[in-house]
């Protein structure tokens, strides 16, 4: 078959600062034996040695080109070289990480051999920084369910079809971590995933990756960013990941990336509230809430703390009113407190009124304020949130199990 018969496939390679792996890099692309490849390198304007290398390159090859200016990072860099690539077929290396010898044409036959693929991926490993593979990747099959559940992709053994990488928009520049996860979902949406069981790439693990040393911290926030926004909610896979990085940072914060991200379904929120901007509250705190029918806030959760101690002859109490109704009171002891306020389970807005059994003038004479307490937490729960939030206080360290017997997310699909 003619080499001009086949289809052109463009290897974009993102780069800055990565002198020290980016000949491995080339050289991978350049020694792979399909006949037709275009390599395109869009380099961020590094200060290393990386422009050297790149020019030696562009002098050797014909099949090789890059271009070397400041960028809006990863992903604007990748969206760059699709813009200039002339392939029917893009694979994306970065300048860590290496083909394996063959992954090009075995991708190119897998794709012409299934014109419906939208993209198709191979098995690969996970290699030290010498390139000496440690362990294959936990590659498997992938469709929109199963991306939700996780990513088992190896990004450098994917290879797309240019056309729906315009279809669905390249890739999307906010995301500087899981870009990639982003793309697998919404090419998945549209056109099937093929997979082939060979040994296309290696993606390099080593000190100044992105996925050694941000995975815990702006990683996982972007899959779950990115999962949210296409399916509504997180696997069970995520979550579990993030309570094994991020355990012991206490119930509160766990609560509110959770809500944000919607772990346990559409989290009821506050549309107004009469909390100062310090966070202390007047005489009467006041707090109106709005839920999904589907989730419905069933409690109102507060932690606070007030001036001083109640002597012992005078005990404190928030008295509360939901919906214009007198409901309750809660005894309050000591400096700091928490308190569950039940919410009526037949409706989704509730207003609440609070007011506590104490004031306290505070400021100066010609601008004096009365405050109760200090409202540092206020949380509509729905009734799962408030589980998760009690099986936490009664045993951190079991977190993780509480969430495999107890959590069953759907997606949106």
């Not at 991708?107 to 014109?115: G, W, Y």
């Amino acid at each position: 078959m003619d080499t001009q018969s086949l289809p052109l496939v463009s290897v974009i390679t993102p780069s800055y600062n990565q002198g020290t792996y980016i000949r491995e890099t080339i050289e991978s692309v350049l020694q792979q034996d399909y006949p037709h490849v275009e390599h395109i390198v869009i380099d961020g304007g590094s200060t290393d040695n990386t422009f050297a290398i790149l020019s030696q390159y562009n002098r050797q090859s014909e099949k090789f080109r890059f271009v070397s200016e400041p960028d809006r990072g990863q992903s604007h860099a990748i969206n760059k070289g699709l813009s200039v690539a002339q392939g029917e077929i893009i694979g994306w290396l970065n300048s860590d990480d290496t083909y394996l010898p063959g992954a090009i044409r075995k991708a190119v036959q897998a794709l012409m051999a299934n014109p419906h693929w939208g993209m198709v991926h191979g098995n690969g490993y996970c290699a030290n920084e010498r390139n000496l593979p440690i362990r294959p990747f936990p590659v498997k099959p992938q469709d929109r369910q199963k991306l939700f559940e996780r990513c088992n992709i190896l990004q450098p053994a994917a290879f797309i079809r240019k056309q729906v990488l315009y279809e669905v928009g390249g890739l999307d520049e906010s995301l500087s971590f899981c870009m990639d996860y982003d793309l697998w979902i919404r090419i998945a949406k549209h056109h099937p995933i093929g997979y082939v069981p060979d040994y296309w790439a290696k993606a390099r693990y080593h000190a100044a990756s992105k996925s050694v040393n941000q995975w815990p911290t702006v990683g996982l926030q972007e899959v779950f960013r990115t999962s949210a926004k296409h399916y509504g909610t997180v696997s069970n896979d995520w979550v579990l990941e993030y309570l094994y990085f991020h355990h012991n940072k206490g119930v509160f914060p766990l609560l509110t990336f959770f809500r944000a991200h919607a772990v346990f379904g559409g989290a009821p929120r506050i549309t107004a509230m009469n909390r100062y901007p310090d966070m202390w509250v007047p005489p009467r705190f006041h707090v109106s809430i709005q839920s999904d029918p589907q989730a419905p806030a069933h409690t109102l959760l507060i932690r606070g703390s007030r001036l001083g101690s109640p002597p012992s002859s005078h005990p404190a109490f928030l008295h509360y009113v939901i919906n214009g109704s007198l409901t309750g009171r809660i005894a309050v002891s000591g400096t700091t407190f928490t308190v569950e306020l039940p919410l009526p389970p037949d409706r989704t807005n509730h207003e609440v009124d609070i007011f506590a059994s104490w004031n306290v003038k505070i400021g100066s004479p010609a601008n004096p304020r009365v405050i109760s307490f200090l409202a540092d937490q206020v949380l509509p729960l729905t009734y799962q949130e408030l589980q998760f939030y009690r099986a936490y206080l009664a045993n951190p360290a079991g977190i993780a199990q509480w969430v495999r017997d107890h959590r069953t997310p759907v997606p949106r699909l």
